[in-house]
């Protein structure tokens, strides 16, 4: 028998709740009255209420086409992009969508990174688990940095015929992501001079002054006098190794979980320096995007105390006046030292 001859014999006949039509066609009210058991692949079922039919497939009630359709359309849309949380907590995303000929809808998900396609059962590593109600997704991220990276998700609305999807970028990120720089505001000095040195912490919890790339971009910014005895730029332990390097190598053991090399041990490590007499915000950037951990300052010297308090301000997509941000990050106390002028800050936290 035809298509065409099975939806005119289910139009033809009605019943109560639910009435035999030949052998394995039924009428229901609706589609929540739908036996989930007892029915055999091929069986047919018609909703009343929104006048759909449909055929069991061996596991699952499907909606038969039987005319023009349009689209579900979402109500509620997922955010553009998501940053997952690093502490394990969950992220929660609620969509909703409606049918506009007033089929109930179901919600599914999906993603793809690069030549990777993921599924509700096999997610992509930034994510370790995924329930869902009805709209509402709750993903739980992994909290492994070795996961860290981006996807691309789709939240899938469906009425058992059409399907319509919206987009989210997803990251997962230990850190400040897509940084091009910093500007450096001391706003406490126990001496009136702006002297500190400084070091960025690489996503991966690294130096970033070994990089040799790094190295090869950054720029300290107008803002920073190189005139007199005034200096700002990259500096080595080869050339000083005293109080401040001190504290750079155990707040990066203990904040950071990286050793840097031993004073004495005949290898070396780059830092940042800034030595200034005017007291205001000075500018290190790059060209290129980073996610940045953390930023270890220090006014300590091996003669007399300078920066002691202050924060921290980043450009977020570009180096140019226009990116710097309207978020400032107020340096802590140091967790290994409680001197004054020892600070920190760290952004996966």
């Known amino acids: 028998m035809s298509k065409a001859r099975d939806v005119s014999r289910l139009f033809s006949k009605t019943g109560s709740s639910s009435s035999d039509i030949g052998s394995s066609t039924v009428i229901y009210a609706n589609f929540a009255a ?11 079922a018609f909703a009343t209420d929104t006048k759909a039919v449909y055929v069991w497939d061996g596991t699952e009630w499907d909606r038969v086409y039987t005319g023009s359709q349009t689209t579900p359309s979402f109500t509620t849309d997922p955010p ?3 940053l997952l ?10 969509v909703a969508a409606t049918d506009p000929q007033g089929f109930p809808i179901s919600y599914e998900f999906d993603g793809v990174s690069g030549d990777s396609s993921y599924t509700e059962s096999s997610l992509p590593p930034q994510i370790t688990s995924l329930t869902k109600s009805n709209g509402v997704f709750t993903f739980t991220p992994s909290t492994s ?15 058992g015929l059409q399907t319509t999807a919206k987009s989210t970028l997803f990251q997962l990120s230990f850190g400040l992501a897509d940084v091009y720089g910093f500007d450096i505001t001391q706003t406490s000095s126990s001496n009136g001079y702006c ?12 130096n970033l002054h070994d990089d040799s790339t790094y190295a090869s971009e950054v ?3 107008a803002n920073i006098s190189q005139s007199s005895w005034h200096e700002g730029g990259e500096r080595s332990t080869s050339t000083a190794d005293t109080p401040p390097q001190a504290y750079l190598r155990t707040e990066m053991l203990s904040r950071f979980n990286h050793t840097l090399p031993a004073s004495g041990s005949g290898s070396h490590f780059n830092y940042g320096l800034v030595a200034n007499s005017s ?20 006014g300590t010297t091996s003669t007399d105390p300078r920066f002691s308090g202050g924060y921290v301000t980043p450009y977020i997509g570009g180096n140019t006046a226009s990116d710097l941000s309207s978020t400032s990050y107020t340096l802590l106390q140091g967790s290994t030292s409680s001197a004054v002028n020892d600070r920190y800050y760290d952004f996966s936290v």
């Open 195 to 206: 002297i500190f040195t400084f070091m960025f912490v690489a996503e991966d919890g690294s």
């Open 279 to 298: 007291v205001t915000a000075k500018t290190i950037t790059w060209t290129t995007a980073r996610t940045i951990k953390g930023i270890l300052v220090t």
């Open 80 to 82: 553009s992009n998501l």
């Open 85 to 94: 949380n690093t502490d394990g907590s969950n992220n929660v995303v609620t």
């Open 34 to 44: 739908f036996p989930d058991s007892g029915n055999t692949a091929g069986d047919m």
């Open 145 to 159: 940095q070795s996961n860290s990276g981006t996807f691309t998700g789709r939240f899938k609305a469906s009425d």
């Open 219 to 221: 720029v300290y910014g």
